[in-house]
């Protein structure tokens, strides 16, 4: 079940900080909608195994040094939630 509620937390905070642009202000340039995407490691949901995939590497940008602490503090704050 914890395992369950730390996926969700990731799953919110990329949803905030690729579609709702949350990280924006932590930069000097302005984001583009499209370059949201890499601010964050990719992951897939559940597969048909019902198993966890694994997170992908995040890119080596500046910007998602800053916000991938952001998208794993998410998942460790819906757990403790």
Known sequence: MTRAYREAGHAVMTFLIVKA???DH???APIQSADRFWLVPGFDFL???HELSKLERPSP???SLL???LFLMGG???VRI
């Open 76 to 78: 460790a704050a819906a």
């Open 47 to 49: 597969d048909m195994d």
């Open 61 to 63: 940008s500046l910007r």
């Open 67 to 69: 916000t991938t602490p």
């Open 26 to 28: 932590l930069f000097a």
């Open 21 to 23: 642009g949350i990280a």
